[in-house]
């Protein structure tokens, strides 16, 4: 075969299969959007666990007529614009991928407005037979402030990607996760979340301590809110709060460990490392510690555009996290009182 330049569609669909994986990766991806809007309330409908449809309605700013079209070009972001940009990124988003790869595999439509506009508008790109997306222009439609973002039949158009989906209960539970994390990483935003006819999260913002308390109570299970305690720190830079349970609350499996920096959830080997380190001399071999924390440090300190999941970060200087971690945790951990630092429980 000769070189030949790809098609656009081609090319959001090879993108795709990097960023969407199954419907948990689109509410990922279409939940970052709706925070980094600024939205306060965010209502989660999902028909037959996101394999019928995914729609998501926020408040944020809205996307303007005029900007429709784009939002779904790729590589167009509203984020960033410029390395020095890049570097200092705060926002969840920046890569300009996630909607044009997500409607190059399913059907889209998005309805928005913006606050200075009476009225919001509505497009859903069309995929032709020969597989390239067509436009129409906008057409007017009754909606708040804010975006409403439905998918439908993901991977309608992929059947290589859909052989890969697992069953319906499968595939929400794993949109059910997500939801669970990025609930967690944001308090002051109200979070919805319905399967079919069923409500299964009701989350109000919570703005101060208790109604922070009550959501870990609602995602991590009160047993947890129970045994754990509540640590605020800060040093050199670095801050670290949230909660860690206590050796009392050992779990088998290390199912129950949220990790944000900067309000993004991670896995990081230096973090894992840090922590089971500092769980070492107060749980039993084979024991797994529960944990919701909140690592803050400067933007520019740590690399979030390692991966185009951007679940995996890279720390400038891992040593210091590392340190700072293990220290701060070790030292909450043995300020429990002995008696509270029980035995493990099976
Ligand atoms: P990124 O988030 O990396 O910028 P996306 O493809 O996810 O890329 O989104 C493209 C653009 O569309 C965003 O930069 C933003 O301007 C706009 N956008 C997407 N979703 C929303 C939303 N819920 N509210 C407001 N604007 C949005
Ligand atoms: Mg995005």
């Not at 509410?27 to 996101?50: F, P, R």
């Not at 497009?123 to 439908?152: L, M, N, Y």
């Not at 045994?227 to 830079?237: C, H, I, N, R, W």
Request: aromatic share 6%; net charge neutral.
């Amino acid at each position: 075969m000769s070189i030949k330049q790809l098609p656009p569609h081609l090319v959001n669909q090879i993108a795709a299969g990097e960023v969407v994986e199954r419907p948990a990766s689109v509410v990922k991806e279409l939940l970052e959007n709706s925070i980094d809007a600024g939205s306060k309330k965010i209502e989660i409908d999902i028909e037959q666990g996101g394999l019928k449809r995914i729609r998501i309605r926020d408040d944020g700013k809205g996307i303007p007529k005029e900007e429709l079209a784009l939002a779904l070009s790729r590589h167009a972001t509203s984020k960033i614009a410029s390395l020095d940009d890049l570097e200092h990124v705060a926002s969840l988003g920046f890569r300009g991928e996630a909607l044009p790869s997500i409607a190059s595999v399913s059907r889209m439509t998005i309805s928005s407005r913006t606050e200075d506009n009476e009225q919001g508008w509505t497009v859903s790109p069309q995929h032709r037979d020969d597989g390239a997306e067509a436009f129409d222009d906008p057409e007017p439609t009754a909606h708040a402030k804010g975006t409403t973002i439905e998918v439908r039949d993901l991977f309608y158009n992929v059947p290589a990607r859909r052989k890969f989906l697992k069953t319906e209960n499968t595939e929400f539970k794993h949109l059910q996760e997500v939801v669970k994390k990025i609930s967690l990483s944001n308090f002051q935003i109200g979070i919805t979340l319905r399967h079919g006819q069923r409500n299964l999260l009701t989350l109000q913002p919570a703005l101060e301590r208790v109604g922070a308390d009550r959501r870990v109570s609602e995602i991590c299970g009160p047993a947890f809110m129970e045994q754990s305690l509540y640590l605020d720190y800060e040093a050199a830079g670095l801050k670290l709060w949230g909660w860690v349970g206590l050796p009392t609350f050992s779990r088998s499996q290390a199912d129950l460990q949220y990790f944000y920096v900067n309000g993004r959830i991670i896995k990081d080997r230096v973090v894992t490392h840090a922590v089971r380190q500092a769980y070492s001399d107060v749980l039993f071999h084979g024991r797994h510690p529960a944990y919701a924390l909140f690592l803050e440090l400067a933007p520019e300190k740590v690399d979030v555009n390692a991966h185009p999941t951007k679940h995996e970060v890279r720390f400038r200087d891992a040593r210091l996290v590392h340190d700072f971690l293990y220290r701060t945790l070790h030292q909450a951990l043995a300020d429990v009182r002995p008696n509270e630092a029980a035995e493990s429980a099976p």
